[in-house]
């Protein structure tokens, strides 16, 4: 474990959480000191120029902080892994030591019960990496800069429990338009009316109301987007070569870590319209509808994302493409409502000597490899 890594975290987080409420913001050509509980700008200008000045996450090189499922096999014990699936789902089968959360509980318990710092990773569970991404954008943007959602969720972990396979489909192939829609216009920014008094601490307020939200209200299926693609104002997260090869018609074409930042584009996005965000694999998609839901867009995800309509072109293409093969393993689960088995170390020493003898053996990925990616 890295201990300086550490050290920095929980300076910085502490710093985000206990802050005070003097800051400086540039609306306009205006610099204005904003001291003691006064704001005398609009909230989501607050909260921009603190999510900046605070390494503006979503455009870093860390987004989307995914992690393999055989990375967290590897590191068994050393990471905090919360399983925020429904809870006879993890009593039927989780990871050992997973502990079972909602979504609404988990900044509660990372501040009051234990001490987030000492843990190399924090890592959500869901059934297939969509909610789990959600979530754990949110924490990254509050400043858990150890949070990682496990990619492609448990369906990567235990092939009885492959949620993903089924979602794949080439169904729209032959209904992608080709031709760029250029953006263009300026729109303001949605209004925040949380009430905090700085940046941070509406930072904070917008942290819980985001995990408040059920998930399932966020999600667009494709079969909707095809149908209803006009009422959406619709954000493709693909570099510009790859969105020319076909998108869903209407959609306009943002590169990720760039363009959706207060300093580029992100006041092209209109305030008062549905936002559908999309990528590969709804995972992408998934932590940058926190970041926009954050500051006030009504923000949704395509869930499974371009892997739900065109898997063949992606397949074809290389281009992040789910394959159960390479995907999906068979590492054991603990069933119960308990997050350990006192049995199960047997089974992981019996497990990780059969991957080494075998053809597929687990590898401890390099730290670039566990953070960030284009998922």
Known sequence: MNINRNIIFSILLSMLLFSSCTESY????????????????????????????????????YSPSLVRSSVIFDELGANLILDIRKKEDYVAGHINGAVHKDRSEIMDYLEN??????????????????????????????????????????????????NWSPKISSKYTNKLEQKTNPVEGMHPYPQLATGERCGAEILQARGRTLLNTPFAKLKISADRVFKEYEDFYIINLWPEDRYKVGHIPGAYQYTPRKDINSKTLLNTIPSDKKILVYGYTGQSSAF??????????????LPFGANSFMYNTLKLRNWHAFVSADAVNDFPLVKGDKPSDDSFKQKINSTQQRAKESKKPIIRRKKKEVEGGCS
């Open 113 to 162: 019960e234990i001490a987030p710092s000492i843990y190399d990773k924090i890592v959500i569970v869901c059934k297939n990496g969509q909610s789990s991404a959600y979530v754990a954008s949110v924490l990254r943007l509050v400043g858990y800069s150890n949070a990682f959602s496990m990619s492609y969720g448990m369906s990567a972990w235990n092939k009885s429990l492959d």
């Open 288 to 301: 940058m509808t926190a970041y926009l839901r954050l500051l006030g867009y009504n923000a949704f995800t």
């Open 26 to 61: 540039s609306p306009g050509e205006d610099i204005k000191i904003v001291p003691g509980d006064t704001i005398t700008v609009p909230e989501t200008e607050a909260l921009l120029r603190f999510i900046n000045n605070s390494g503006d996450y979503i455009n870093s090189k």
